[in-house]
């Protein structure tokens, strides 16, 4: 069974940090790209990053280019997003997805929230 844990989230001031994890299991992990996704209040599921089945390859939003870094660890499973200098427009739910065998799976999410 295919499952995606996130973890992490919490409340930040702006310019802070915090580190999301993802923990993933019933697949071969390591042979698999996973991307990380965020849906702010009354909006839609916005790509953030994605890291390839090495972590050879990563990809960013612009609007987070230079502040997040996403890695993995494949001998735990997991896929992390390194978030610095948190802005309040950063403020959403960060999910974690995979596309496997031809069918999408999303963890249940983990509120990041960035105010004063």
């Known amino acids: 069974q295919v499952r995606l844990v996130e973890s992490g989230g919490g409340s930040v001031q702006p310019g802070g940090s915090l580190r999301l994890s993802c923990a993933a299991s019933?697949?071969?992990?390591?042979?698999?790209?996973i991307k990380w996704y965020r849906q702010a209040p009354g909006k839609g599921r916005e790509l953030v990053a994605t890291i390839t089945r090495d972590g050879g390859t990563t990809n960013y939003a612009d609007s987070v280019k230079g502040r997040f870094t996403i890695s993995r660890d494949n001998a735990k499973n997991t896929v992390y997003l390194q978030m610095s200098r948190l802005k309040p427009e950063d403020t959403a739910v960060y999910y974690c997805?995979?596309?496997?065998?031809?069918?999408?799976?999303w963890g249940q999410g983990t509120q990041v929230t960035v105010s004063l």
């Open positions: 019933g697949f071969i992990f390591s042979d698999n790209t």
């Open positions: 997805r995979l596309l496997y065998q031809s069918r999408l799976y």
